[in-house]
């Protein structure tokens, strides 16, 4: 569907992009204007619309790229953790997540606001574009990359507890704290781009709960 605008020069897709993401984080969905876009950007609204058909499909494609931007960038930081402590790299994870969340700021906040309050114009095609996201990060994908059993210290496990069971209990309590952050986010009592503190430190508190709870001494 986009094939025209990807083979455009990349330093002019990148600018059409970065002004576009600029726009709809700050001015909204409804309130974006398309002139204002491609008058930043120094193309007409012709050659926009060529490139993308409408407004609707820009926005989608703008937040797309910034799914996987995002999931680049985590991907990428993830290879690159040391830590070889389970609950120690659970955290570090969450704080890995506040690093990339300031780097990438208007991309983070493009995607929280498609997910979280998604405009009406796009809300089926966001629906669908985040259950086929939460789809590819299915437990399979989180017991490879972030709850690696081979870290647990097996040896200090209390009688009676297995390494598994360590797993499955983390991976429900993060799980849970994520909601309910995020129905606070969804209701406009948190942001985390503002206060990622709150959430990091319960996560902190809890993983300290299960270490101490689930290792001798």
Known sequence: MYSVFEKQPQEKKELIINVAIEEFVKNGYDKTSTDTITGRAGISKGILFHYFKSKKNL????????????????MKALRELSSNDFFERVKEIYLLKRQITGQWIRETQLVTDAFFNPPVAVKAELEKLMQKHLELYQREF?????????????????????????????????????????????????NFLDEPDPLVQELNDYLKIIKNGVYKG
């Open 142 to 190: 989180m017991l490879e990359h972030i709850y690696l059993k081979e870290l647990i210290e097996t040896e200090r496990l209390r009688e009676g507890v297995a390494a598994e069971t360590v797993v499955n209990m983390t991976m429900f309590i993060v799980e849970q704290l994520g909601n309910k952050y995020r129905a606070l986010q969804k209701a406009n009592q948190y």
């Open 59 to 74: 926005y989608l494609y703008l937040v797309n790229c910034a799914i996987d931007v995002l999931t680049e960038e985590t």
